[in-house]
């Protein structure tokens, strides 16, 4: 449970149902790293709500510190791609190194566990699972919900976009193993978030009214981007150049601090700029007039490092001339767009139906078949 309205409805859904449920709050960013204390911190009060909401469904309870995983698997590798130049993802990298991986993990180790836990989260995704060994139907060749697919004579998950597809968060999950899938549950799948907030409501859960969190976890929503990671890469400067014209218009504080296609902010221009380019060896910054310049389009993608949910199967199309017809998302918020993906010898290339905008390296590639999400890969190279 995070605290949030999210996890309060999970957990009661699953409270009335015949679980034997426990609430685990993870603990994974330590603000003593920054500030030498923790008084007064989001965690405290996220860990708060989470108690108040276990008091009233009558379920225990346990925070789990995570901070230091946390640290080694998910921020150090995500501040080496911001000094590189590249605009990392760290909610994905979180949810299969930390929530999908070292929770899990360690709640499989946990002694006063009898059975092997599964993972209930609030998250907006669909995957429903069953004891396959207990449903003669399934043992018949067919699951109807489509949430197991039969492959090669064998039950396997499957990853499936929500009802609610403005609340879509596959992209987030699209990196979790299938042996962290097959163990999970979704309870809000099927249900629209309007509707979360009216069951919080109806039942009345302590965080029935709490605003819904956003931004990445560790520099909070009161803190901008450039204040946070100052404290961990000093600066940088470097000049900002026009792509068009070669002269230089302004100067950058270091080039993690933008990514592609985001506005400049340059000062005194007649026109705003927009980032198309960034060559880290020399520490320029290219910027280009307008917000539907050419440059800032890109028709294809390359990924050297593919994870397939199911990491022995990769689709058969992709070896076909005209490549596996899919759908992507190459950032979080936007519709999926048609593509066609191409396996090119150790890389995986995407080609987009139609040129896409501001597609930056070191984000998240998603492919879709319909409404499953298949796996995902960091973007390389963008041409």
């Not at 204390?37 to 909401?53: A, I, L, N, P, Y």
């Not at 979360?196 to 981007?225: D, H, Y």
């Not at 204040?227 to 026009?242: V, W």
């Amino acid at each position: 449970m995070s605290g949030g309205v999210d996890s309060s409805v999970t957990a009661k859904l699953l409270s009335d149902k015949d679980y034997d449920l426990s609430a685990v709050f993870m603990r994974n960013w330590d603000t003593r790293d920054e500030s030498g204390s923790d008084h007064g911190c989001e965690w405290e009060k996220d860990w708060e709500d989470v108690r108040r909401v276990c008091r009233v469904l009558d379920i225990p309870c346990k925070m789990v510190d995570l901070s230091r995983e946390y640290w080694t698997r998910v921020f150090e590798p995500s501040l080496k791609s911001w000094e590189s130049g590249i605009t990392p993802n760290p909610d994905v990298w979180c949810n299969k190194e930390v929530k999908f991986g070292v929770l899990l993990d360690r709640l499989t180790e946990d002694p006063g566990l009898s059975n092997t836990p599964w993972l209930a989260t609030g998250t907006l995704s669909f995957s429903l699972h069953a004891q396959f060994s207990s449903l003669p139907a399934v043992r018949a060749g067919h699951y109807a919900n489509k949430d197991w697919k039969y492959h090669n004579g064998v039950p396997r998950p499957r990853l499936l976009r929500p009802c609610d597809v403005t609340k879509d968060q596959t992209y987030y999950l699209s990196s979790v193993p299938e042996y962290s899938l097959s163990r999970a549950l979704f309870p809000l799948g099927s249900i629209k978030k309007t509707e979360v907030r009216e069951l919080a409501a109806r039942w009345n859960l302590p965080t029935a009214a709490r605003q819904e969190s956003m931004g990445i976890c560790f520099v909070g929503e009161k803190r901008k981007f450039h204040d946070f990671i100052s404290q961990y890469i000093p600066p940088k400067p470097g000049p900002i150049i026009d792509l068009e014209t070669g002269l230089q218009v302004g100067e950058h504080a270091g080039p993690w601090n933008f990514t592609i296609g985001q506005g400049a902010k340059v000062r005194g221009l007649k026109e705003k700029t927009f980032v198309v380019k960034k060559d880290i060896l020399k520490n320029i910054i290219y910027v280009v007039p307008g917000t539907d310049h050419p440059a800032l389009y890109a028709r294809s993608l390359t990924i050297r490092k593919w994870t397939w949910i199911w990491a022995d199967s990769p689709p058969i199309e992709l070896m076909n001339p005209g490549g596996l017809k899919a759908r992507m998302k190459f950032r979080h918020v936007m519709s999926d767009i048609g593509c066609s993906v191409y396996s090119d010898n150790d890389c995986i290339r995407i080609d987009f139906n139609e040129p896409q905008k501001a597609v930056a390296p070191g984000q998240v590639a998603t492919i879709y078949i319909e409404d499953w999400c298949l796996g995902c890969g960091t973007i390389g190279e963008v041409a």
